[in-house]
């Protein structure tokens, strides 16, 4: 799971989070492929959701890849 949630927002006790799937269909902008300890997944960007923060462990970081996240989340949202 890729947490999607800014940093700025005062803690909660669930995060918004978007999957990282081996098996997903990947449309190009909706769920790109997210490169993570060599690793190819697919951001399954219609799935995000909540999940209790300590349900997650942190294994590593994929920030060099946010701005294909963010484009994600924009073509969920808004279509563009």
């Given amino acids: ?14 995060i918004v989070v978007i999957p990282l799937l081996s098996d997903y269909p990947a449309a190009r902008q909706l769920n790109p492929v ?18 209790r ?8 970081r994929v920030a060099d890849q946010g701005d294909r996240i963010i484009r994600a989340i924009d073509v969920l949202i808004s279509g563009v």
């Fill in 34 to 51: 997210i490169v993570h300890d060599g690793q190819s997944l697919v951001l399954a960007t219609r799935l995000i959701g909540a999940v």
């Fill in 1 to 14: 799971m890729v947490v999607v949630e800014s940093d700025l927002l005062t803690p909660d006790p669930a």
């Fill in 53 to 60: 923060r300590p349900a997650l462990r942190r294994v590593g």
